[in-house]
């Protein structure tokens, strides 16, 4: 049973670029959160989706946003790349409705340079 | 708000040793709380739930959690770590009132040494 998946593993950029990550939940699961973990911190919520819609966001600009396709796979967009905006980028998945945990996938190393 | 903080962003045991790592959290209703590990280069692992079914709850690689009420805690250990637990540490809680936004402390650094 594969759990959640992303691509790529890494991923080097420059300031002012776009970047688009992917996210494969795990089987079972039909709802995405994507989370930003900076070096030495805690993740951070940036969004979740459930039913290809945009179900609840935190506190980050337009710059980020997403996608959530019918077979329950998510991307994350992020727009006019900031030096602060390297980062570990983890997708987690879940069921729908329930206070059951998230699985987290391996995440995305994001370098802007 | 709900936020989760973790006492220590640092922690250093022998191996064998009791391992301690404190969690402590602000919320206003039960919370669903959570503690995760997370190896380097790695995503997040459970180790661990508390979803008010039993207090003291136990979780894989011999790891425990204690939730209190009282103390609004809920602290993680082991009787005995092992050189392989040596890994970043969070706890986490569910915001009330959301779809399964977790919120996180900002970690603690489990070292083990021989």
């Known amino acids: 049973d594969a759990g959640v998946t992303q691509s790529p593993t890494h991923l080097i950029k420059t300031r002012g670029q776009q970047v688009t990550l992917r996210c494969s939940p795990k089987s079972g699961h039909d709802t995405v959160s994507w989370y930003q973990q900076a070096l030495g911190q805690g993740p951070q919520f940036i969004f979740q989706y459930y039913e290809e819609e945009e179900r609840q966001r935190g506190n980050f600009p337009d710059r980020f946003s997403g996608h959530q396709f019918p077979n329950y796979s998510s991307e994350l967009n992020v727009n006019a790349l900031l030096l602060g905006d390297s980062a570990l980028y983890l997708c987690?998945?879940?069921?729908?409705?329930?206070?059951?945990?998230?699985?987290f996938g391996d995440g995305t190393r994001l370098s802007i340079l | 708000a709900q936020s989760v903080t973790q006492l220590g962003s640092h922690v250093s045991v022998s191996e064998g040793a009791l391992v301690l790592l404190r969690c402590n959290y602000s919320?206003?209703?039960?919370?669903?709380l959570f503690w995760y590990v997370q190896y380097p280069n790695q995503g997040l692992q459970l180790l661990l739930k508390y979803t008010s079914a039993a207090t003291l709850v136990k979780g894989i690689n011999g790891f425990e959690a204690e939730f209190k009420k009282s103390e609004t805690s809920f602290h993680l250990t082991k009787p005995s770590a092992h050189m392989s637990d040596a890994a970043e540490y969070f706890c986490a809680v569910i915001e009330s009132g959301g779809y399964n936004k977790l919120i996180f402390g900002a970690g603690t650094r489990l070292a083990v040494h021989p």
């Open positions: 987690a998945s879940s069921e729908s409705w329930s206070n059951q945990p998230q699985h």
């Open positions: 919320s206003s209703v039960p919370p669903y």
